[in-house]
């Protein structure tokens, strides 16, 4: 994914010249602890709960949690507490899937926690997207039930796309961060690129779900009715909207391809195409000054806000540094 590179800035922000220049830290300012964000981390979600709107509610719950998560003993009345400040500000947005999603996917993530309200609510929302359907197959592969595994992957097969709302995530937590400005802690992400790191952390961590159920469940299909239907949902999921769903998908694919079949093949040169552009769109994405960061930051939230495809974010990048889309014949 793209975020990695972003990853990567975030390690070297502890540099203190660089984390003056990205307006995170002062010069000489020691890197806080672990437990010191989590605290900062706790407060700002408190914040955020104060404001009441549904964005703020959405991106405090996902704050807890991953606070709780940090834990080596998470408690299970407060990850609860976190599903249903979710489900609060799905009731206040009812028709809004990036909320729905996360409160699933908080939900799927907390032990003892019931998905099938939140699931139900998911696919009533956004009823074309075969991702709904991830949580309740896990459920049915943990249960052994054959039968029903069967069935959801028929269901999921029926999708239009396969999205798991990463760029949608990211640009809610940021807005919602960067909204609350001046009344969170001082020193938790007091920049732009500081509150787009801690955005993309959050959204990995929080609403991109295993996919290991799907990838299990289509590896060596019972019959040729499953081969099919899992054939179908991997050429959903390689039109997804995150780089992760759709090699998942081309993996699917591949392994119920003959590889030396003409499918075979146009198998392994989308995923050829889909990495290079990847891999290139994250060489090309940083700036080299050290003070241009923020500013790169918004540019890079403006293009997630207009594209929601990881992979339309990439080719924009590649397309503004003059890239090829797809790699040149030596690399084939």
């Known amino acids: 994914m793209i975020k990695r590179c972003w990853q990567a800035l975030a390690l070297a922000m502890t540099l203190p010249g660089l984390a003056s220049a990205a307006g995170s830290a002062p010069d000489g300012a020691a890197t806080p602890t672990a437990d010191k964000y989590q605290t900062w981390r706790a407060a700002a979600a408190q914040t955020l709960i104060d404001s009441g709107d549904a964005d703020s509610l959405a991106t405090a719950a996902a704050l807890r949690h991953i ?45 003892g926690c019931d998905i099938r309200d939140a699931a139900t609510t998911m696919r009533w929302v956004d009823a074309e997207n075969g991702a709904a359907w991830i949580a309740t197959l896990a459920a049915a592969q943990k249960d052994g039930d054959a039968v029903e595994v069967d069935r959801i992957i028929a269901d999921m097969a029926h999708g239009a796309y396969f999205d798991l709302y990463w760029n949608r995530t990211v640009v809610l937590l940021f807005d919602a961060l960067k909204r609350a400005g001046g009344r969170l802690p001082a020193r938790y992400v007091p920049s732009d690129v500081a509150r787009l790191l801690e955005a993309m952390e959050i959204a990995s961590a929080e609403t991109i779900p295993s996919l290991t159920p799907l990838l299990n469940a289509c590896r060596e299909p019972a019959g040729g009715e499953r081969r099919d239907l899992c054939l179908r949902v991997a050429k959903i999921m390689q039109r997804g909207d995150t780089v992760v769903a759709q090699l998942a998908g081309l993996s699917i694919e591949r392994r119920l391809t003959p590889p030396d079949s003409k499918e075979g093949r146009s198998v392994a040169e989308r995923r050829r195409v889909l990495e290079w552009r990847v891999s290139n769109a994250n060489r090309f994405d940083l700036p080299v000054l050290p003070w241009l960061i923020n500013s790169r930051a918004r540019a890079r939230v403006a293009q997630m806000r207009s594209m929601p495809r990881e992979e339309d974010v990439d080719m924009a990048i590649l397309r503004g540094h003059k890239i090829p889309l797809e790699p040149p014949e030596e690399h084939r």
Request: hydrophobic share 50%.
């Open 67 to 111: 606070g709780l998560a940090a834990r080596s003993r998470a408690d299970s009345a407060a990850l609860k507490s976190t599903v249903e400040l979710a489900g609060k500000a799905g009731e206040l947005a009812p028709e809004n899937p990036t909320i729905i999603w996360l409160r699933l996917q908080l939900c799927a993530a907390s032990a």
